[in-house]
């Protein structure tokens, strides 16, 4: 991956403060507020500062931030913002860092303060209560959609970090793909603990989340449960890894197949859908396309077959795991793949008695098509 100076990161995350402040200055609110802490995590406060959780960040329409964050030390190697104030100075009080912060400001042109919607009505109260000067908006449609529709496309630092999570992934998969020919892998907690290991040898922060490894006996659940056990994996028939890795606060997500033994006709038109639906819908995602679309042409794949998909073709990535959109058929037709879009293409079939098949890669909407990030595939032993 591109190594990034300390100047060129500075001015990634001032970039991206500057469009919430004209999205401020535009909407005539003096301010925004983003609180991460246990009660509720926000992945906009990384996006903007750097600074990875447990922070209030204070966003002025003049472009002017100030971050509060609970870990100081953490935070003066890590993350930009124009000022930093310990957490501890306030109490570790969210209320009491933005009422003190907001005191006496000159950055705000006003007093309209667009509060977190994840606030409880109770929590609301005590800011209008503390904030008694100010105008608070705590609403659905505010800066923070305003955030989370910027997260959707990708910036050069996020494609290259998503890029190199898809990297350390597909060197993951290769290595399980060979230790199962070689039968060292032989159970689900084998191959769990296996990609715990490489993950971070690949110089990556964490999993994306927790893997899912299920053999023929469980793999008929869209997302086993438990995760995975001692159970054989892969067993006689289907068994599914979904799996994903975090570098520098962006994941990847794949999920492969494997296909051991003598299959069932059954089984093997199964797996020839879920192939047939793949490919078909990855022609789909390209700039200017309906992402309605997408969706609709897995389905109708597998209703041509008697067959229903139980969940949407795919979603987008990023910082979180499931990020805005979803490659639903419940999407507006108006809503289109753009280049810098990084989403799943997961079609999947599942039966209690046959198994399940699931094959999903992570995919770069580009000006001229798309890039399959990863390389994730069904494998038949």
């Not at 100047?7 to 003096?30: C, F, H, P, S």
């Amino acid at each position: 991956m591109k190594t990034y100076t300390q100047d060129e990161m500075k001015a990634i995350y001032r970039a991206r403060v500057n469009r919430v402040a004209d999205w401020l200055t535009q909407n005539d609110i003096g301010c925004a507020v983003f609180i991460d802490n246990e009660e509720h995590r926000e992945p906009s406060l990384r996006y903007l500062t750097g600074h990875p959780s447990d922070a209030v960040l204070i966003v002025f329409s003049d472009g002017y931030d100030v971050l509060v964050p609970w870990d100081e030390i953490l935070s003066r190697k890590i993350s930009v913002s124009d000022r930093m104030i310990p957490f501890t100075k306030y109490k570790n009080s969210s209320l009491e860092a933005v009422k003190n912060v907001l005191k006496n400001n000159t950055h705000a042109k006003n007093q309209k303060i667009d509060l977190p919607p994840y606030l409880t009505y109770p929590q609301f109260l005590k800011f209008v209560d503390a904030l008694n000067d100010s105008d608070c908006l705590c609403r659905e449609n505010g800066v923070h959609q305003f955030v989370t529709e910027c997260r959707m496309v990708k910036d050069e630092y996020e494609i290259e970090c998503t890029r190199e999570a898809c990297r350390v992934g597909d060197k993951i998969i290769d290595k399980i793909e060979k230790q199962i020919k070689s039968g060292k892998i032989k159970t689900e907690m084998d191959v769990a603990l296996l990609i715990e290991k490489e993950l971070r040898i690949g110089g990556c922060e964490r999993a994306g989340f927790d893997t899912l490894a299920a053999g023929p006996s469980r793999s008929f659940a869209i997302h086993a449960f438990p995760g995975y056990t001692d159970a054989a994996w892969p067993g006689e028939g289907l068994s599914i890894l979904d799996f994903g890795v975090v570098y520098n606060g962006y994941t990847s997500d794949t999920t492969l197949t494997v296909c051991k033994g003598k299959l069932s006709a059954e089984q093997k038109k199964q797996v020839e859908l879920v192939e047939k639906a793949y490919n078909e819908c990855l022609k789909l995602y390209k700039p200017g396309a309906s992402i309605k679309a997408a969706c609709d042409k897995a389905e109708k794949i597998f209703a041509a077959a008697k067959r229903k998909m139980p969940h949407t073709l795919g979603h987008g990535i990023g910082l979180e795991i499931h990020e805005y959109p979803r490659v639903s058929s419940k999407n507006d037709e108006k809503l289109l793949f753009q280049p810098g879009m990084i989403l799943t293409c997961e079609p999947g079939l599942y039966d209690e008695a046959l198994g399940g098949v699931r094959w999903e890669n992570d995919v770069l909407i580009t000006e001229n098509g798309n890039e399959v990030l990863s390389n994730s595939r069904i494998i038949f032993i």
